[in-house]
């Protein structure tokens, strides 16, 4: 069955901790997006990339950081310098760049 | 600035009732593309739909339909004899071409409830 799998499904962080959340996808797309969602809110764009060993900024990158290794992984480091990390974290993947974006079942984030 | 508004937080209706959750967007570009996510509480969000600003015809999936209106800037999401199973949050997102990628801006979202 192809599709987007993260783990985990909750995650709590203390104080001071980096956490890394994974994303994977076995769809063979190109473009991998992180975006946050906090309640009752949409969704905003924390990191994308175009294709491996390449990324970009979102609108709201700062205390975060991720690598894009291999194709089908692209995973978010939420580290200490996020200072209100509590959130819904949804990866995304399209084929390429102007395609539709498909989402996984996301991790939620609580910090202890 | 892109921005997508939809103005209605919630919405409940009863089971078979015809229900329309609004969307207005604003954009500088010419090219851009309109989507709906459906989120049943699960948390994932579903793809339901793209449109491109090319293309104002409207359409019918089922018992879904779009009305997409360029000079209204809107893209209205209809659902036609409500099922239970619609209860979920449903997002209205603009994808303007910025820098060669495609960067979703979502509205709020509409929590959608059908009582039975």
């Known amino acids: 069955d192809g599709g987007i799998t993260q783990s985990p499904k909750y995650l709590f962080r203390k104080e001071g901790q980096n956490v890394t959340l994974s994303c994977e996808q076995n769809?063979?797309?190109?473009?991998m997006y992180w975006y946050r969602q906090d309640p009752g809110q949409g969704l905003r764009l924390i990191y994308y990339?175009?294709?491996?060993?390449?990324?970009q900024k979102g609108d709201i990158a700062e205390g975060y950081s991720v690598s894009r290794e291999k194709k089908e992984s692209f995973p978010l480091t939420v580290t200490s310098a996020q200072k209100n990390p509590t959130a819904f974290y949804l990866c995304?993947?399209?084929?390429?760049?102007?395609?539709?974006?498909?989402f996984g079942p996301g991790t939620r984030l609580l910090v202890l | 600035a892109q921005k997508v508004t939809q103005a209605q937080t919630e919405i409940s209706v009863v089971e078979k009732e015809d229900v329309t959750l609004d969307c207005v967007y604003e954009t500088r570009d010419t090219t851009y593309y309109l989507f709906w996510y459906k989120q049943p509480p699960s948390g994932e969000l579903v793809f339901l739909i793209r449109?491109?600003?090319?293309?104002?015809q409207n359409e019918i999936s089922g018992r879904y339909s779009w009305n997409f209106q360029k000079s209204t800037s809107s893209f209205n999401f209809t659902i036609t004899a409500s099922q239970v199973v619609d209860s979920a949050v449903y997002f209205c997102a603009l994808s303007p071409l910025i820098q060669g990628a495609q960067k979703l801006v979502f509205g709020q979202g509409t929590r959608l409830t059908i009582n039975p």
């Open positions: 995304a993947s399209s084929i390429g760049v102007w395609e539709t974006q498909y």
């Open positions: 449109r491109n600003s090319f293309d104002e």
């Open positions: 769809l063979n797309h190109d473009a």
């Open positions: 990339s175009q294709i491996v060993n390449d990324f």
